[in-house]
Structures are given as C-alpha cells and as structure tokens.
C-alpha cells in the first residue's frame, strides 16, 4: 500500500497531532471532554502514525 501525502500535509498532520494530545487530555481532564471523544483523538493519532509508517523507507 502507498499511502503518501505531501511533505506538507503530513508535517501538518504530524504537528496536529504531537500539539493536539496534550491539548485533549487536558481538555478531557478538567471535563470539558469525556472518554470517547479521547478515543476518537487516540484512534486518530494512530491512523496518523500508520501513514508515518507507510512512508519509511526500506533498508
């Protein structure tokens, strides 16, 4: 499977999420947000990191 976005649109992506989970588990800590919605941002940090996967390079 090649799954490659822009450089920019994964630098993006890769920033989104490195600034967001702080972010939401603050959020979700002081009750702003509940359990799911925490899930929801950990299932989408883990599809960001599988295209970070995707796009290494072989040996």
Known sequence: MNLNPPRSVRAALYLLTALGTPV?????????IGDLELAL???EVTVVNGIAALNTKPE
């Open 24 to 32: 939401a588990l603050y959020l979700q800590a002081k009750g702003y």
């Open 41 to 43: 941002w950990g299932a």
